[in-house]
């Protein structure tokens, strides 16, 4: 006799999971569907991540700290540090004449900079170099010659102000009349008086002490010797280059392997002498002064033959200021320029030691900036502690100018005007004195008057905020929200986690409550608790195995499919990219919920008792007498669906709580979506933001404007601009308009005259320049200095008036050139009917009298209008009265002020833009702007309406920051560019363009392309989370709409049985499901719009009374109703089909067949 092979448990839970094959099918497909979402959702995050990533490494490199200028030890120190990076260093080889840095390169340099070959090759000789630029230039092409000249610049002696009185008058000492008490009395009585003008500099600062009595002997001496000079002593103070070669053409002073190279040492002597009887010199003889060496330069010139072209880099890294190489030549050449620049030691011992430089370049994986950032900050920091902060250098013509800031004796921080030409610095203060850019940056250089800045506490986080140091971040390549990627896959892991662990556990529930008497009987005939809970775990093992990998491999196909798809919004495309760690642990989560919902659903069936509630003696039902029927009720569809209604209450509810679920989750998804891009509408699209604004110092003339307008026209991929000038912090007389407006009270109020930062002036109404101090313009407080043409004498004479005024910007727009503003600005009209040929002329004007809240926040945004308030304190037809204050400069450096006035009338008034906004006027103006014609701004500043070149406006740029802020007016460009375009390459075309002409470019184009990316993946999670809850709940919907149709086959054999068809059977389905589907649609609705009213009342504040337009217009504006109606039919639809579909087949059968099962 065959013994039959006796089953193991295992092959127990095969057999179990093939006699259950519909519940078998459902848990599985609801497992396949959360790791489906997993994937696709890990991968399309990871994907975005890794493109965003790509482009903005391709744009900034891949570098992520760099130290430029790190000498030879903390170089070394960096490398011993920093191990396993990517670490490059490219030693600095020298400056050229124009003040271009020449460096070399290591096996790492492309790579971390991801600088980019247009044409040839790299050097691999040290006759050979690679340029950086486009090649236009044939002198630059490949296989050209240019010949380089290296300076090296050393000042040997740092003269103060007070230290150049004390060794140039020297010789005088034993001359000077200190005995003679008549001439003492004489000098000191003249330094009361006006001693102030020898001590004051051109930006003001002392550098010695008022006082005579805190004078120290030698500063005494040196000043009373001074006077002497300027009273009476014919004396003479020259200097003059003294020059010596050495090299090949002076064999004597040939150097060993320099043979080649012709070594040129400059150096700039101090030399003072003499004249006049009072110190021993007779006619032309003086008394003989002395000779000091102030600063040497080193140089000589190379030959090199251009091999590459490299593309333009510098425009887009985050440098700010610090010189970058324009040239790349090979280590062997690098070391033999150091060694050239440290020869002449040889013979002039008073040269110090030629120390080479570095820029130091390290990235680790993405994530890693920071962190990066502070483990290198040690080795910065290490032996410094004081240094001079540098303006970012303008450059022209082989020169270039800017600022030195420093503090003064009270801590206050002060700055200095230099001038540049190759790695040299000179500073007028008053006297000249010659630095270098490193010893202002190591805080080596002193000053009497000036002193170095401690250096700030230094961190990631503040690198972020202000990148000063030398030592910086890449903030371009790598911001700072670049975690918010892993968020993204984090939350979207943890919620597909918990939406698992709901999911399987109701179904696995629900699926041994079916099995409660299978369990029970196991149980009876001998299996144990183990035994049990061993069999439901093959069973959740064969689920895993076969769900699992079918989810990941499903999710892996869509996820390339969805890249593809999603990358036609990339200029550059999309990436596809795996995070293998986000990924495993969205898997592991995964799992998890899937183990922990079957382990308590297996605790769940240790606790069946071994008799089944099945299996119990049905409770005895008391038969109550029935009453007497009057009237035998008819039965209709309605009755019957109310009837099992009541009889499966539980079933319902649940079939109504997962289609409530679903509707639920579908218009979340699609409201979520909709508002994950509110910041960038906000932010960009309503304002209007530009891709770039283009600042020129002065108010342009109209030819140099249309030449302007040209040029930009003929940049690639630039789809519109904005051309207008401004008359920035004019003053308005307001002592009319400031009781009448609530705002300007409430400001004024809350920051008076004379704080910081006031808007209002009591003492003359021009803003001060940075530096600006002149005691000979101080005036009594509420009096204004002006010069009045109609009242004066002719003589220039000063009138005083006692005003208040407060400053407003002036705009103008050119209509010819930009007629659209003129319907931007009528459409926004609040008030008022312009004339717009009297207002291009400066006879009228539109005043933005912006929103404002409590706060004095402003706003131009429609969105805001009924959370804001309206100032209505300026009427149509006030008369505004501007004045305009020029700052002019004297050869003395002394400033005067001088100040137009002009009316105009107000002829309109906008408070908001009723949809889209205009920039600038809806970049949230803090004050008044005023929108008037060129007339009206040329006649408040009378020197505006210039053409400069590009050496004229970067050092105006510099000067009207020092000295004269505002005086000439400004012109602006917004440009637009198109959406498709290829950042990278039209970055470097604007701020090309924007160089040749010496123009400011502030770039939003990144900023606001990351907003709108940011939008999408917010949109993308919300979008695969409310997917992968979507059809979950739709498939658990289906099942229990298949498996109550299943419970109630009996009663449906009864009812077919006494006469109802399948017909019928259907239409109560209908009857069932429709007012169910409705029912959840609407309470979705109302549970929607009920949050959105919490937030709005309580969280916002907005009056109940203006609630409906407020969140019409912020959450609702431009949402997409057609696919918010499309999908609320859908469900209806789909609720019905649904409900209906499991009863076909069961209507189908015969009375009989559905009696019996």
């Known amino acids: 006799m065959k013994v039959p092979k006796r089953k193991n448990i295992r092959h127990i839970a095969l057999s179990a999971m093939k006699g259950r094959k519909n519940d078998t099918k459902l848990l599985l497909f609801v497992i396949i569907l959360v790791f489906l979402f997993i994937s696709l959702s890990q991968i399309l995050l990871a994907s975005i991540a890794k493109t965003d990533h790509l482009r903005r490494t391709n744009l900034y490199g891949t570098w992520q700290v760099m130290y430029h200028g790190a000498s030879e030890e903390k170089t070394n120190a960096l490398r011993e540090k920093m191990t396993g990076i990517s670490l490059s260093v490219l030693p600095i080889a020298g400056y050229t004449q124009d003040n271009q840095l020449i460096a070399s390169f290591d096996d790492k340099t492309m790579e971390l900079g991801n600088f980019k070959l247009k044409d040839g090759h790299l050097p691999e000789t040290p006759d050979e170099i690679a340029l950086v630029g486009s090649g236009d230039d044939a002198n630059r092409a490949i296989g050209s010659t240019v010949t380089i000249k290296y300076l090296s610049d050393h000042t040997l002696k740092h003269y103060t102000s007070s230290e150049s009185i004390l060794d140039q008058y020297a010789p005088l000492y034993q001359y000077l009349p200190l005995n003679d008490l008549r001439i003492v009395r004489e000098f000191e009585r003249w330094w009361a008086e006006k001693g102030g003008s020898i001590i004051k500099g051109v930006a003001g600062y002392e550098t010695y002490p008022r006082n005579l009595s805190e004078c120290t002997a030698l500063q005494y001496r040196a000043l009373f010797a001074q006077w002497m ?176 800031t420093g503090l003064d004796r009270e801590g206050n921080e002060v700055s200095l005007p230099y001038e540049g030409e190759g790695g040299l610095l000179k500073v007028e203060h008053p006297y000249q004195l010659y630095t270098t850019v490193e010893q202002l940056r190591t805080g080596t250089f002193s000053y009497e008057s000036v002193f170095p800045m401690p250096i700030p506490t230094l961190s990631a986080d503040k690198a972020y905020e202000t990148n000063e140091e030398p030592y910086r971040i890449n903030r371009f390549a790598y911001p700072p929200d670049t ?75 869509l996820s390339f499919i969805a890249v593809k798809i999603f990358g036609a919004s990339y200029s550059v495309g999309m990436v596809f990219s795996i995070d293998v760690g986000a990924l495993i642990l969205g898997i592991l989560g995964g799992v998890i919920s899937v183990l922990v919902s079957m382990a308590l659903s297996g605790l769940y069936a240790m606790q069946i008792p071994l008799i089944s509630g099945a299996e119990k003696a049905p409770k005895r039902i008391c038969e109550k007498p029935r009453a007497k029927l009057r009237k035998r009720k008819k039965m209709t569809r309605l009755s019957l669906v109310r009837r099992e209604l009541s009889f499966n209450r539980g079933r319902s509810l649940a079939a109504f709580a997962l289609s409530f679920l679903l509707i639920l989750s579908t218009i979340l998804a699609v409201f979520l979506g909709s508002n994950a891009f509110s910041r960038w509408r906000e932010t960009v699209y309503l304002p ?46 307001c002592e009319e308009l400031l009781p009448k407006s609530s705002r300007l009270t409430l400001e004024y109020e809350k920051n008076a005259p004379g704080q910081p930062g006031s808007s209002f002036s009591l003492t003359g109404g021009y803003k001060e320049a940075l530096n600006y101090h002149d005691e000979y313009l101080f005036r009594e407080q509420g ?105 002019n400069l004297g050869m003395d450096g002394d400033l005067s002020i001088t100040t137009k006035e002009n009316v105009v009338e107000v002829s309109g008034i906008i408070h ?139 009663r449906t054999g009864i009812l077919q049985a006494i006469g109802l068809t399948k017909q019928d059977f259907l239409v109560m389905q209908v009857h069932k499901a429709l007012p169910s589907a409705l029912i959840a649609l609407l309470l979705s609705h109302g549970i929607v719009a009920g949050v959105l009213v919490i937030i709005s009342v309580f969280f916002k504040g907005v009056s109940p009374r203006v609630l409906i337009p407020h969140m019409a217009e912020t959450y609702f504006w431009q949402y997409p109703w057609t696919i918010h109606a499309a999908l609320c039919i859908l469900f209806v639809v789909l609720s019905v089909v649904i409900a209906v579909n499991p009863m076909r087949k069961v209507a189908s059968e015969s009375a009989i067949d559905n009696i019996r099962d």
């Not at 307008?709 to 207008?724: A, F, H, L, Q």
């Not at 939003?1004 to 992968?1028: I, K």
């Open 912 to 1050: 908001y833009f009723p949809d889209r906004g205009f920039w600038p006027l809806s970049n949230e103006p803090k004050r008044l702007t005023i929108i008037s014609g060129e007339p009206l701004l040329k006649s408040l500043y009378h020197l505006s309406g210039k053409r400069m070149d590009a050496y004229q406006s970067s050092l105006f740029e510099i000067m009207s920051q020092l000295f004269q802020p505002d005086c000439m007016g400004k012109s602006y460009f917004c440009l637009f560019a198109d959406p498709k375009a290829e950042g990278g390459m039209l970055d470097i075309s604007v701020h090309q363009w924007a160089e040749s002409h010496g123009f400011h470019v502030t770039d939003y184009r990144m900023a606001n392309r990351a907003l709108y990316t940011d939008a999408q993946s917010s949109m993308l999670m919300t979008v695969l989370l409310a997917a992968g809850v979507i059809f979950i709940t739709l498939a658990i919907l289906i099942n229990t709409n298949q498996s109550t149709v299943d419970a109630n086959k009996k």
């Open 688 to 733: 209007d933001k530009p891709d770039y604004i283009v600042r020129v110092p002065y108010r342009v003339n109209k030819p140099f404007l249309e030449e302007i307008m040209e040029e930009i026209g003929s940049i690639t991929d630039i789809n519109r601009v904005i051309p207008y000038h401004t008359g920035e912090n004019l003053s308005l007389v």
């Open 483 to 557: 975690d918010v990627a892993v968020q993204l896959q984090t939350v979207m892991s943890l919620s597909l986690s918990a939406v698992s662990f709901c999911a399987v556990f109701l179904i696995s529930l629900t699926q041994l409550r079916r099995r409660s008497k299978r369990v029970a009987l196991m149980r009876a005939i001998g299996a144990s608790k183990g035994q049990t809970v061993k069999l439901l775990a093959w069973e959740t093992w064969y689920q895993l195995a076969f769900g699992v990998p079918l989810g990941l491999l499903i999710g892996f196909i």
């Open 229 to 404: 000079r300027r009273v009476s002593v014919p004396g003479s103070l020259t200097g003059g280059y003294w020059t010596e070669q050495f090299g090949k053409t002076t064999t004597s002073n040939d150097l060993i392997g320099y043979e080649g190279t012709t070594i040129t040492i400059q150096r700039l002597m101090r030399e003072v002498s003499y004249y006049g009887e009072e110190f021993g010199g007779y006619d032309s003889n003086g008394l003989e002064g002395y000779a000091k060496p102030w600063f040497t330069k080193v140089q000589f010139s190379k030959e090199y033959k251009v091999t590459g072209l490299i593309e333009p880099y510098e425009e887009r890294w985050d440098t700010e200021g610090f010189e970058m190489p324009s040239a790349f030549v090979t280590p062997e050449e690098c070391q033999f320029i150091h060694n050239a620049m440290d020869a002449p030691r040889e013979k002039f011992i008073e040269l110090p030691p030629y120390e080479p430089q570095s820029i130091v370049l390290f990235a680790g994986s993405p994530k890693m900036a920071s962190s990066l950032y502070e483990q290198g900050l040690p080795v910065y920091e290490d032996g410094l502690t004081k240094r001079f902060k540098i303006s970012k250098l303008q450059k022209g013509f082989g020169k270039y100018g800017g600022y030195i």
């Open 783 to 887: 009096m204004d200095e002006y010069y009045d043409p109609d009242q004066n004498d002719g003589s220039g004479s000063r009138k005083w008036e006692d005003v208040t005024s407060v400053f407003v910007d002036l705009l103008c727009f050119d209509f010819d050139l930009y007629p659209t503003a003129k319907d931007l600005l009528e459409k926004a009209l609040a008030e008022g009917d312009v004339d717009w040929e009297r207002l291009a002329k400066g006879e009228t004007c539109i005043v933005l009298s912006p929103l404002y809240d409590d706060d004095l926040q402003t706003s131009t945004n429609r969105n805001d209008r009924h959370l804001f308030y309206r100032d209505d304190g300026v009427d149509v037809g006030d008369v505004f009265r501007l004045k305009g204050h020029t700052q």
